[in-house]
């Protein structure tokens, strides 16, 4: 019973111990989702503005390898907040548990769509959901078999289409926007397709969202701005972000319809545009009250001059939620309330 004893004291001490050096920093740190960075970043920029606080360190990792930073654990060596372009998996807050970050708040700050743009300079394009995966998976169907991608132009797919080469500047894997675009664009996509429907279990999912690596799909790493401006130096390649760099670039690129709709404010919210998400941010709750800024950080990000309508959020292209939605998310995010994502 003594050992018992003496090892969960060790344990309890450690964990304050851990807690205690986050003091140690009197900066917020922040990793994530390159799509929820910009927000961030502008949230960041007034916090450092208006307050006596540092603005926080803010580094676009991703938005899975900003989770694997996040979970790693309290204490000084680990991010207090970390942007989502979805919503935490639960293999992600099970590896939370496992390296003690019990306590994880869960904040919706808006909509976003997720756009396909080109430079200005290109041909008005509307593509469908079925186009789109044929050019970009790594198997599609053929003449009734699933085969190996053999398309290298956009006619090829649909005479319609322009005579140019499929390049795709997309995110990799370890991005939210990836996350979506494969969920939203890829996998209804394939839906069209007889053969791929008439694969079962593994085999279908693989088909349906693996994209191609044979050259007209490029992965442009985490910085979404690197996209922009390669689709600003060659107008026949696409580009896939959120819609606020499309937002924010509107001088030098334009969007591609999706099945005929563009991505707006108007056409996100409404959901009428079909390619849109949840964006989140997520803060470690043992942080709070230790890290220098933190309760009043977390606090900007969801005031009503942020993150409600005409707040300099929404000029940087995000789509505020419902009022009552936001009321809601506005009061668990300054009590600190635990996620109930993977516990209800």
Not at 130 to 139: E, G
Not at 144 to 159: A, K
Request: aromatic fraction near 8%; include cysteine.
């Amino acid at each position: 019973m003594k050992k018992i004893i003496l090892a969960t004291s060790v344990s309890a001490l450690a964990v304050t111990m851990s807690v205690g050096a986050a003091a140690a920093r009197d900066q917020i740190r922040i990793v994530g989702s390159s799509t929820v960075f910009p927000y961030t970043q502008a949230v960041s920029e007034e916090f450092g503005n208006t307050t006596d606080f540092q603005a926080p360190v803010t580094e676009s990792t991703g938005t899975g390898g900003g989770m694997q930073i996040f979970c790693g654990g309290v204490g000084e060596d680990h991010p207090d907040i970390t942007g989502a372009s979805r919503a935490m998996k639960e293999s992600e807050y099970e590896l939370c548990l496992e390296n003690g970050v019990e306590s994880v708040t869960e904040v919706q700050i808006g909509s976003d769509g997720l756009s396909i743009a080109h430079s200005v300079e290109g041909p008005d394009i509307d593509l469908t959901k079925a186009q789109i995966f044929q050019a970009l998976a790594a198997q599609v169907e053929v003449d009734g078999e699933v085969v190996d991608n053999p398309y290298t132009n956009w006619s090829e797919i649909d005479p319609s289409l322009p005579d140019s080469e499929i390049t795709v500047f997309g995110p990799p894997p370890t991005s939210g926007t990836r996350d979506a675009f494969v969920e939203l664009v890829m996998e209804a996509g394939c839906e069209e397709f007889e053969a791929i429907n008439a694969l079962e279990g593994d085999r279908k999912d693989e088909v349906c969202q693996r994209m191609r690596t044979d050259g007209p799909f490029v992965e442009a790493g985490e910085n979404d701005n690197l996209i922009v401006q390669r689709l600003q130096a060659d107008e026949n390649a696409l580009g896939i972000f959120g819609y606020s760099f499309l937002y924010e670039n509107q001088d030098t690129l334009k969007a591609v319809a999706i099945e005929g709709v563009q991505p707006s404010p108007e056409t996100i919210a409404d959901e009428s545009y079909t390619v849109s998400r949840p964006l989140f941010f997520y803060v470690k709750n043992a942080h709070r009250g230790v890290i220098p800024g933190l309760q009043e950080f977390v606090a900007e990000y969801v005031s009503e001059e942020a993150m409600g309508p005409g707040g300099y959020l929404e000029e940087r292209g995000l789509i505020p939620l419902s009022d009552e939605r936001r009321e809601e998310v506005r009061n668990a995010a300054t009590n600190g309330d635990d996620m109930t994502r993977y516990t209800n």
